[in-house]
């Protein structure tokens, strides 16, 4: 294993270790044309620079006097990883603000559970929210009980031209030897300092390059001693986490249950 540090702000991670993944995808809905808003409302200056959007194709989600039906990804994923053995903290980290305004998502989401633990909100991470937020466990995690990891995906601007789909990836992260040993994260390009990465899973938003990683444990693609990079890049920033392979055979990975649904 290369112990060279890559370049793009490596944070070193080492004692983490992911042991379950789950994932929840659901299609978006309440999304609007742009042009049915108000002119001032929407900053159009920040549309294509920090989303990448060209106005005339923009889909902003609309919340106002709309219900939703059934859980929503943070929920079915949550559920889908079941309650830890004993009480730990419960991360849920979101890319974006609040799919709805007028809804304490995060203790919405721990009364609905009946979670036992602590909770952290963390939210505007935007495309780095599946990467950088290691920066944050490797000191928060506790030794004795380990965490519980929602990403969150909800994006409040959507592109017309691109099918897409609300995603939430959850994560169980204990400290010490696991299936999936978490090596660095850091923001910016991946360096060659990395080493040899059999496995490369990338994507736009922050649940992009899990979800691609779920799939290949899920078809047993992901072999003992592999190295794996999760890597994400938006309009505006980059960011990756590297992980080795220790055991993904015994990874408790959880169905997406709304896979069906999800369907473009």
């Given amino acids: 294993m290369s112990t060279d540090k890559p370049e793009g ?41 920090e989303h990448g959007i060209p106005p005339e194709h ?13 859980p929503d990804v943070s929920s079915l994923v949550l559920a889908g990883l079941g309650a830890p053995a004993t009480a730990q903290p419960l991360f849920l980290v979101r890319s974006g603000p609040l799919r709805d305004s007028m809804v304490a998502s995060l203790a919405q ?25 290691f920066d944050l466990l490797e000191w928060a995690v506790p030794a004795d009980t380990g965490a519980t990891v929602l990403i969150c995906d909800e994006p409040l601007f959507a592109d017309a031209r691109v ?14 030897e696991g299936p999936l040993r978490v090596v ?13 990465v059999a496995h490369r899973f990338s994507g736009r938003r922050p649940c992009d390059g899990w979800l691609a990683f779920h799939e290949a ?30 055991d ?16 473009p």
Avoid: M
Avoid at 252 to 261: C, F, I, K, Q
């Fill in 248 to 263: 993904p055979a015994s990874v408790r990975l959880t169905d997406d249950a709304s896979r069906v649904d999800a369907e």
């Fill in 109 to 133: 989401l721990v009364h609905e559970s009946g979670w036992a633990g602590e909770d952290v909100g963390i939210t505007h991470l935007e495309e780095l929210g599946g990467t950088a937020i």
């Fill in 9 to 49: 702000g490596w944070t070193g991670t080492a004692g983490l270790s992911v042991e379950a993944v789950g994932v929840a995808t659901l299609p978006f809905e309440n999304y609007l044309p742009l042009a049915s808003f108000p002119a001032d409302e929407i900053p159009l200056f920040q549309l294509e620079r």
């Fill in 58 to 70: 923009t889909l902003v989600l609309w919340t106002e006097g709309t219900t939703s039906d059934g």
């Fill in 163 to 176: 099918p897409g789909r609300f995603a939430a990836v959850g994560l169980r992260v204990r400290r010490g």
């Fill in 184 to 196: 660095g994260c850091g923001e910016g390009a991946p360096g060659d300092g990395t080493g040899h």
């Fill in 217 to 246: 444990l899920a078809a047993g693609k992901v072999n003992d001693g592999e190295r794996v990079l999760v890597h994400a890049r938006g309009p505006l920033r980059e960011g990756w986490l590297l992980l080795d392979a220790v």
